[in-house]
C-alpha cells in the first residue's frame, strides 16, 4: 500500500492512496494539471485513479474538483451534506456518489470506511482505507478529535493527521480575532499540542507511519510541529514510528505502508 500527499495545506489539499493497482484520489484542491504531475513525480500514474473522495466542501479541498473528475473520468464521493454543498460549484462530472459516515464501502481492491469528523462545514468526514492487509486514516480539518475518529486512527498502520497551527503562533499573529477563535473552536482545527497528545493514544497500536498534514503556513512551521511529535513519540517509547510532513508546495511520497504488530499484538504473541 501507498500514500502520496500531493498538497496539504490551506491553498489546496489531494492525497492519493494506492494498493494492488486501485488508487483513490482523497480531496481534489488542486487543479488536474498538478494532480498529473504530482503523481507523475511520485512514479504513480493518474490513470490508475477510480475515484475522487471528498471530505467536506471548503475551497482548498474541491477547487479542482470538477475538472479533475472530468479529466480523469472519475466518480465524486461525498456525503449527501456535501454534495448538496458543492452542488453549483463543480459542473458536470461522470457520476456523484452519496456516502454516510460509519458505512464502509468498497472500490476495487480497497475497503473504505468514512467517518464522521468535528468542521463548521455540511456533512465533513475523514477516511480509513485499506487493502485488507494495511490501513492508511486520514484526519484533517478538524476542531477535536472524537471517539469515533480515535477508533480510526487507533487502528491504522499509517496515520495522515493534522498538526495546522502553534497555539502561540495563531495568538500573537495578524489573523482577526474572530478567525482565531474560530480555528481554536471544537469545530475548526487541530493544534500542534493536541494533535501531538492523541498520538499517546495511539503507542499501542499499529501505527508504524505517521505524517503531519495541514500545517498552516501562517501559524506554524515544520520544525515546530516535527518537535511536538517527536517529544510524545519519545515519551511513549515510540521512536520507530516513521515522521513526515507534508508541504503545500512540495508533493510527499508515495510511502509504502505495510502491516507491523502493534505492542498489544507483540505481547500476546
Not at 493527521?161 to 478567525?179: I, Q, R
Request: glycine residues 10%; proline residues 4%.
Amino acid at each position: 500500500m501507498r500514500v502520496a500527499v500531493l498538497a496539504s495545506g490551506s491553498s489546496g489539499n489531494a492525497i492519493v492512496v494506492e494498493s494492488n493497482g486501485t488508487a483513490v484520489l482523497v480531496d481534489a484542491g488542486i487543479s488536474g494539471k498538478r494532480v498529473a504531475g504530482a503523481m507523475d513525480s511520485a512514479g504513480l500514474t493518474p490513470e490508475t485513479l477510480s475515484a475522487v473522495l471528498v471530505t467536506h466542501e471548503h475551497s482548498d479541498h474541491i477547487s479542482g474538483l470538477g475538472p479533475v473528475a472530468r479529466r480523469f473520468c472519475l466518480p465524486i464521493y461525498a456525503t449527501s451534506g456535501t454534495h448538496a454543498a458543492i452542488d453549483g460549484r463543480v459542473g458536470t462530472c461522470p457520476d456523484r456518489v452519496a456516502i454516510d459516515a460509519g458505512r464502509r464501502f468498497e472500490i476495487g481492491d480497497l475497503t473504505v470506511a468514512p467517518f464522521s469528523v468535528s468542521h463548521d462545514c455540511a456533512d465533513p468526514v475523514g477516511y480509513s482505507i485499506s487493502d485488507g492487509t494495511s490501513t492508511v486514516a486520514i484526519a484533517t480539518d478538524l476542531g477535536v478529535v472524537g471517539r469515533s475518529v480515535r477508533r480510526h486512527l487507533e487502528m491504522a498502520d499509517c496515520v495522515v493527521l493534522e498538526f495546522n497551527h502553534d497555539e502561540g503562533m495563531l495568538v500573537d499573529g495578524t489573523y482577526p480575532w474572530p478567525l482565531k477563535r474560530r480555528i481554536m473552536s471544537n469545530v475548526g482545527h487541530l493544534s500542534n499540542v493536541t494533535a501531538a497528545q492523541e498520538l499517546l493514544r495511539l503507542a499501542d497500536g499499529p501505527m508504524s507511519t505517521l505524517v503531519l498534514a495541514h500545517l498552516s503556513q501562517e501559524n506554524n512551521t515544520p520544525e515546530l510541529a516535527a518537535a511536538s511529535a517527536a517529544d510524545v513519540l519519545d515519551r511513549a517509547g515510540r521512536a520507530d514510528v516513521a515522521v513526515h510532513i507534508a508541504s503545500q508546495g512540495e508533493a510527499l511520497g508515495p510511502i509504502e505502508v505495510e502491516r507491523t504488530c502493534s505492542a498489544s499484538e507483540t505481547a500476546k504473541a
